[in-house]
């Protein structure tokens, strides 16, 4: 089977040999797969003297063959594959054997994989291939920080720094379906014009000044993936009281704080990242009631795999970037 790989520092299409369903376990062959920015970081985490790894963490696709054990699937079941690993029941942080798909174990960005039945759910039948293979993880996320972290209720208003990612438009529709006010920034105007295509209710440029642009709003919450370059200023919006959920740090990873003027604030810091199986479950049942549908910004062929890496690099994308692995 063809799969995209990460080996001695390379970036590399290459054969590999096609695994077997064992028992209690599922082959899917890939439809499509979907990009995060944990696949840009991965071969670099790694290093250059690591041997083959197929990359991805997203994917859907169609059961091909099923181990003993397995009742609940059949094959020819059209399915997502979860990316959260030994994560089932929802918990305030991820277990000790939580894992992401895609290192240490081979991932998405290939023809067939072999998968525990328990990480497989049923595509929603109202997705394209494109948009099933994009949805798990980075929906799996924003679920989590919007509903069991940040807890938004209807009547809020989320600020969400950076319009274009994955994520945010996720975000932008799931919050809108639980009633809230949705702000976004972007320096891009074709990407606000997109955000407000989607729901947001207003698009900011991300060069503006948000305080004066926002003195008629209360931000009851802010979701932020940015880091070091977006931090302060949302603390800067958000109202007394308010949330702010941090999931990622696309910028840097560490910020400076001002201690005294975050206590006088009683702001709240919530961390989070991925979520739990439970999770995933209601996400989909969300998307299925709503018939909600992810924005792929682009799609390329597995062949194009390390031309899509370096496109999500550039931030050009909003929403998904989707691989389409088999017809």
């Known amino acids: 089977m063809k799969a995209f790989v990460h080996e001695y520092g390379e970036l590399k299409l290459k054969d590999m040999n096609e695994p077997f369903a064992d028992h209690g376990q599922v082959a899917v062959s890939i439809r499509t797969a979907g990009l ?3 696949d840009v970081a991965v071969p670099g985490r790694r290093g250059n003297d690591a041997g083959a790894l197929i990359l991805g963490s997203d994917g859907a ?7 003993e054990g397995v009742s609940e699937f059949s094959v020819g079941d059209e399915v997502i594959i979860n990316p959260s690993l030994g994560w089932y029941e929802n918990s305030e942080a991820p277990p000790e054997q939580f894992d992401i798909l895609g290192m240490p174990d081979n991932g998405t960005f290939t023809e067939y994989i072999v998968l525990p039945a328990e990480q497989i759910e049923q595509k929603p039948a109202h997705l394209s291939w494109e948009e099933a293979g994009v949805l798990a993880l980075s929906g799996l996320t924003g679920y989590r920080a919007l509903f069991t972290k940040g807890n938004i209720q209807s009547g809020e208003t989320l600020f969400i720094p950076g319009a274009g990612s994955g994520v945010a438009t996720y975000l932008i529709q799931f919050a809108k379906q639980a009633g809230a006010r949705v702000i976004v920034t972007s320096r891009s105007g074709e990407k606000r014009n997109q955000a407000l295509e989607l729901g947001a209710d207003r698009a900011l440029d991300t060069n503006s000044d948000w305080p004066a642009e926002l003195k008629e709003e209360t ?3 802010v979701i932020d993936s940015v880091g070091r370059a977006t931090f302060n200023r949302s603390l800067e919006v958000l109202k007394k009281g308010g949330r702010l959920v941090t999931f990622g740090a696309t910028t840097e990873d560490t910020i400076e704080l001002n201690l005294r003027k975050f206590f006088y604030g009683q702001y709240k810091l919530i961390g989070s990242t991925m979520g739990s199986q439970e999770e995933l479950r209601a996400m989909l049942e969300l998307i299925d009631e709503h018939q909600i549908h992810p924005t792929v910004g682009r ?12 496109y999500l690099k550039e931030n050009k994308q909003f929403g998904k970037v989707a691989l389409k692995i088999t017809e």
Do not use: F, K, Q
């Open 61 to 67: 696709g169609v059961i091909e063959a099923v181990g």
């Open 299 to 310: 799609t390329y062929r597995l062949e194009e795999a390390h031309d899509a890496m370096n």
């Open 36 to 38: 995060n920015r944990r």
């Open 219 to 221: 931000i009851d919450i």
